[in-house]
Every structure is written in C-alpha cells, then in structure tokens.
T-cell receptor
Framework: GEDVEQSLFLSVREGDSSVINCTYTDSSSTYLYWYKQEPGAGLQLLTYIFSNMDMKQDQRLTVLLNKKDKHLSLRIADTQTGDSAIYFC???????????????FGTGTLLAVQP | NAGVTQTPKFRVLKTGQSMTLLCAQDMNHEYMYWYRQDPGMGLRLIHYSVGEGTTAKGEVPDGYNVSRLKKQNFLLGLESAAPSQTSVYFCASMTSGIYEQYFGPGTRLTVT
C-alpha cells in the first residue's frame, strides 16, 4: 500500500531532544521530507533528504535515513515551546511519466513541548 | 514574494452548491497541486498540473475539476458539493529540478 506511518503523539520537556519517527513504503522514493504545521496554518517545509544520504543536519534538526528498514527520523535538539506543532513526513513518488512527483504523507505526529 | 496564496480562507456550503477555490503563486513555478487534509489521514493529492493548460488526476479526483489557464493560477472546482468534501484544502507549487513543494495557507471548507 501507500501508507506512510508515524506515531500520533510525542510529549517532551523544553530543552530536551525530540525524536519523531516515520516508516515509508516505497524503496524507490528519491526524496523524503519533513513538514511542520502549526495550528490553523499551512505546511512549512523543514528539511528533506536525498535517498542516497544517511544523515542530514541543519542547525537543530537532524534527519536520519535507514533505507534498509525504510525508516526516517527527525531529531530536534534543545526543543522549544515554539516547536509545538504537527510534524509530517512524506515520501516522493514520480508521476506523469517522471516529469514531476507527488508527496505521500504520513498522518502526522503532534509534538507537545512542556515548559 | 507572496509565495502561494489561496482564496477564500473559509467557506461553508450547502449540499449541492458549487464553488471554486483559487490558488495563486508568484514564483513562476511549473507544477501546481491540490491536496486535501482530513483528520487522521494526512494529505492526499486531488489533481495536479505540470504546466499551463495541462492537468492530471491524483489519488482522490472524484467530485472535483481543475483548470490552469494561466501559469500562476490553479483553480479547484466543486460542481455539486457533498458533506464528504468537508476538508481543509491545500495548494502547492514546485519548480522543475528542485524537489521542494511550497504550500499555501489552506482553505477550510464545510459542506452541510
């Protein structure tokens, strides 16, 4: 199937690290993404990783990719209350003969940061 | 740059009514997409466009039509709204060769 799976909820204390996990289905996905959605807002692209990489770091964000297990994780260091949001992982699938791609989203993980 | 904008932000329709959602982008992106977001289901692709005048069906196209008469605009139409179309609708755009989809703020549609 096309399911991308994420746990529904994660609660952490301010200053701790958060790790949000995702499993995807298509081993041929070229790019894997993390999006952030704050209440009532659209989706903000946080970061993405190319499938031939194992890790990508961007300031407080670290993405780890395990292609063998089709597992993607997002680590947020020094989590702040402003990081409270829903986090979506997404995998890309080629469409229209490969001219473009569509995103297959997980159901989202609600991150609650306690002060 | 305004990025991706959507109008309206909110709308309530009665069953059987019609409406058009407008998406506009000022980044000269070739590709545009319409997704719907439902609780517990993530986002699903409705229709997409690979260029002016060209559209294609996504995963959940039934009950929707689209048009892309100008490169910067992508319209999503509901000819006869049904309660099952109650959802939050997101538009996105992307340029060729850079695999980042930029999303608009969303339109919350309720069909009673």
């Amino acid at each position: 199937g096309e399911d991308v799976e994420q746990s529904l909820f994660l609660s952490v204390r301010e200053g701790d690290s958060s790790v949000i996990n995702c499993t995807y289905t298509d081993s041929s996905s070229t790019y894997l993404y993390w999006y952030k959605q704050e209440p009532g807002a659209g989706l903000q692209l946080l970061t993405y990783i190319f499938s031939n990489m194992d890790m990508k770091q961007d300031q407080r964000l670290t993405v780890l990719l395990n292609k063998k297990d089709k597992h993607l994780s997002l680590r947020i260091a020094d989590t702040q209350t402003g990081d409270s949001a829903i986090y979506f992982c997404a995998e890309s699938r080629a469409i229209y003969g490969g001219a473009t791609n569509k995103l297959i989203f997980g159901t989202g993980t609600l991150l609650a940061v306690q002060p | 740059n305004a990025g991706v904008t959507q109008t309206p932000k909110f709308r309530v329709l009665k069953t059987g009514q019609s409406m058009t959602l407008l998406c506009a982008q000022d980044m000269n992106h070739e590709y545009m997409y319409w997704y719907r977001q439902d609780p517990g289901m993530g986002l699903r692709l409705i229709h997409y466009s690979v260029g002016e005048g060209t559209t294609a069906k996504g995963e959940v196209p039934d009950g929707y039509n689209v048009s892309r008469l100008k490169k910067q605009n992508f319209l999503l139409g509901l000819e006869s709204a049904a309660p099952s179309q109650t959802s939050v609708y997101f538009c996105a755009s992307m340029t060729s060769g850079i695999y980042e989809q930029y999303f608009g703020p969303g339109t919350r549609l309720t069909v009673t």
